[in-house]
Each structure stands twice: as C-alpha cells, then as structure tokens.
Nanobody
Framework: QVQLVESGGGLVQPGGSLRLSCAAS????????IGWFRQAPGKEREGVSC????????YYADSVKGRFTISRDNAKNTVYLQMNSLKPEDTAVYYC??????????????????WGQGTQVTVSS
C-alpha cells in the first residue's frame, strides 16, 4: 500500500518557524521527486517546493525563496520542508506528493500522482 502522511503543521506567529514532514509507507521515497504544494481557502493549489530524485536538485516558488528549505532523509524515508520567517499569506493546507513515473520536479499539480492528506499551517498574531 502506497501512502504519504504530512505532519508538523500548526499555529505560529508571523516571523516564526515550522518544519513539515512527509513520511512514506509502502514504497521507497528516494526513487521519486517529491513536491510540496499548498492551498488556501478560495485559491488554487500551488507549487511551493520540490526535490528531485536523481541529483537532489531543489526548487522553490518565488514567494518562499530564502525562507523555506526542502530536504530528504532517505534513512527515515521522509522529506522535510523547513519554513522560516513565516507570513500570514503562508496560511494554507500543505500537501506533499510524488511525481508521476518519468517526471522530475514541476510546479504543475497534474504531473504528481500520489498525495498526502495535508497538514494545516496557520500564521497569525
């Protein structure tokens, strides 16, 4: 059974930090490019960050560059998203997903296959 589970979300003040985790079960995460996406109420789901499976290249949306860092721990079969200097506009449900076979990182949601259930991130004073 293939499964992705996000965790680590919560309520933080502006300027605070959170580390999200994406844990895989039933498959080896190392073989897939992994993307982080987010969706706020009334908005389309958007790509936030991605890490490739071949050379570990990382990608970030302009809105989070310099603040977020994606990383991979193969021993724990987990991908992380470290989020620093959080802003109210970062408030959303955050999802991780595996890229479709033959694909590496892309900001397009249609190029990702398996998705987690999401974890809520709320940035508010």
């Amino acid at each position: 059974q293939v499964q992705l589970v996000e965790s680590g979300g919560g309520l933080v003040q502006p300027g605070g930090s959170l580390r999200l985790s994406c844990a895989a079960s039933g498959f080896t995460l190392d073989y897939y490019a992994i993307g982080w996406f987010r969706q706020a109420p009334g908005k389309e789901r958007e790509g936030v960050s991605c890490i490739s499976s071949n050379d570990g290249s990382t990608y970030y949306a302009d809105s989070v560059k310099g603040r977020f860092t994606i990383s991979r721990d193969n021993a724990k079969n987990t991908v992380y998203l470290q989020m620093n200097s959080l802003k109210p506009e970062d408030t959303a449900v955050y999802y991780c997903a595996t890229a479709l076979p033959g694909w590496q990182c892309s900001p397009q949601t249609r190029l990702f296959g398996s998705w987690g259930q999401g974890t809520q991130v709320t940035v508010s004073s």
